[in-house]
């Protein structure tokens, strides 16, 4: 395909894995996170049925690969939230780009070009909306999302949320000296709980090894299906896809997860891959009975001390906890960037019928903040939402999407 007003530039669709082994070469060289790791995303669409095809762009100019755009497209369903209440569960097509999903050079000219082509695959009906998962608010990309499609099909509100890392200095010592007195305080308060209550009987067992995954996604599911993620159908599940993405990342030697443990009982986990230098969190959680001991918040430390020591060539120069507000995450991080959630719609009835739900959602929601300016009024309704999910009974297995941008997508560790 030519790009108007510019014979330069071509696309190039890749929409089998044949064709995307085609230019892995390419595309290593660009990769820079799990998210859009090659491997990582043949094996999501290989195992997930929910995934039809690859959907990847290849921009070219004067016919040389000049960037991707990592996608696939999906038929599940979408779900509007306010706070973990459901409002709107549409079931559409959709081409999803997750986080990192833009590689190589992320010019204007090229965000505009990639935006006009899938504006023109929409009409064309091959998917009723694009995703585009924690795009940064200052990108070339999510500027061109905004401005270049037609007004019914655009995303009018797309609200950010902050993503923040923690870039580590020297040594944990010198970490620990970032942190507040009330942290630390708190921190030597429930490690000198958890010392009294379970002396000679805390243990923290740290996972690298592929002939340790057995243990480890017993535990962790153990502790998991005891979490309120779990009731609201996410964070960790034992699975063929969790497995082989772990095996994946033992075998490169870039597993670095943790599980503490309370009289043998598994309490909390945390479960990261180390990707160059940056550690990025994959899934944490905690059992609710242990609640008043703050296992999360006691792992995490153990899990951000073991960064430190260097796992091959490689140090972990910064750790990645993923998007969210959460109050331990505002404690930990030092650098912070603005991402959203953002959405291009097909110029059909399903379509802007879609795009007419997410607004309303983001109507009440920013209504109902309105309502309760107080942070510390949310963080308790947080809390209660929390507790209730943790007590369904019934949980759905059914594959979904939920739009995250309205609700703390982060897990807390305590």
Partial sequence: MICPGNDRLTLRVARSVSEVEEIRETWTKWQS?????????????????????????????????????????????????????????????????????????????????????????????????????????????????????????????????????????????????????????????YAGRVENDFPHKVRIQCFRGEGQLDVLMRDTEEVAKKTYQRALGVGFRDNFETRKLLKTAAQKGTLRACVLYLEDHPAAFMIGVQYRQALHGTAMGYDPRFTEYSPGSLLLMHWIEDAFTPVGPQRVAEIDLGPGEGRFKRSLHNHVRNESVVYICAPTVKGI??????????????????????????????????????????????QSIRDVQYSDSVESPN
Wanted: glycine residues 4%.
């Fill in 33 to 189: 996170n799990p998210t859009s790791d090659i491997d990582n995303f043949l094996s999501i669409v290989r195992y997930r049925p929910e995934i039809q095809r690859p959907h990847v762009l290849v921009v070219c100019r004067d016919g040389r690969a000049e960037s991707l755009l990592v996608g696939r497209l999906e038929h599940t369903k979408i779900s509007f939230t306010l706070g973990y209440h459901k409002l709107f569960q549409p079931d559409v097509r959709v081409l999803c780009f997750t986080h990192g999903a833009f590689l190589g050079d992320q010019s204007a000219e090229n965000s505009e070009f990639v935006t006009r082509e899938l504006a023109h695959c929409l009409s064309r009906g091959e998917a009723d909306v694009a995703r585009f998962e924690y795009v940064e608010k200052d990108s070339t990309l999510f500027g061109a999302i905004k401005s270049i499609p037609a007004f019914l099909c655009r995303d009018h509100f797309a609200p950010t949320q902050p993503h923040g890392c923690l870039r580590l200095p020297g040594s944990f010592k010198e970490f620990m000296g970032t942190l507040s007195r009330k942290e630390r305080h708190n921190l030597r308060r």
């Fill in 353 to 398: 019928a879609f795009n007419f739900q997410r607004t309303l959602t983001y109507l009440i929601d920013q209504s109902a903040r309105k309502m309760f300016p107080n942070s510390v009024v949310l963080e308790k309704i947080k809390k209660i939402w929390r507790s209730r999910a943790r007590s369904t009974s019934q949980i759905s297995d059914s």
